[in-house]
């Protein structure tokens, strides 16, 4: 098993990795296709993963990673500890703007198993953006894709004069201040 890290591998042109990282399979699919849907003027790779560490012998064929998504649903105690003991297999330099955590399941407040406070702290301790959707509205799930896409493009580099440390300090909260 190996540590995830962006700059082990050189970038391929006008291409770019996302991995989605949680236990809810069903909605990391249904993200996906939808990600694959959306108008793009460069290719995308996106790997599905339930935990982190990802498997060492098929190193020599992942491609580089340009963004990292840890899927959060609040609605489970296990999807949440899992995240938890991936972020260990995760290098420190992903933490300058290749992470996010995409929060679902916040619609049904009455249904949350995971306290927001601890879900905004992870967010503070790892200096990553939350994003807090619906995935089931299909709507929703759209923008969502569309804001992934593009994420996914600063952090690959195909956004002159953009880094994803700076875009990362854009979504960053104005009360962390």
Do not use: W
């Not at 569309?146 to 009360?175: D, E």
């Amino acid at each position: 098993m190996s540590v995830v890290r962006p700059f082990d591998k050189l970038p391929v042109l006008n291409s770019a990795a996302i991995l989605l990282v949680g236990t809810d399979e069903d909605l990391q699919r249904q993200l996906a296709q939808t990600i694959l849907k959306e108008k793009k003027d460069f290719k995308i790779s996106i790997h599905l993963a339930t935990s982190l560490p990802l498997p060492a012998e098929r190193d020599h064929i992942r491609p580089r990673i340009d963004l990292i998504v840890f899927m959060i649903n609040v609605q489970s105690k296990y999807g949440f500890k899992n995240i938890e003991a991936s972020l260990a297999h995760v290098d420190a330099n992903f933490f300058l703007g290749k992470v996010c955590f995409l929060v679902t399941g916040v619609g049904r407040v009455n249904h949350c198993s995971v306290d927001m406070s601890a879900v905004r702290k992870l967010g503070d301790v790892y200096c990553s953006p939350l994003i807090f959707c619906e995935l089931e509205l299909e709507g929703i799930r759209i923008s969502t894709a569309q804001r992934l896409l593009r994420m996914l493009q600063i952090c690959a580099g195909h956004v002159p004069g953009v880094s994803a440390l700076f875009f990362s300090s854009l979504m960053r909260s104005s009360n962390d201040e």
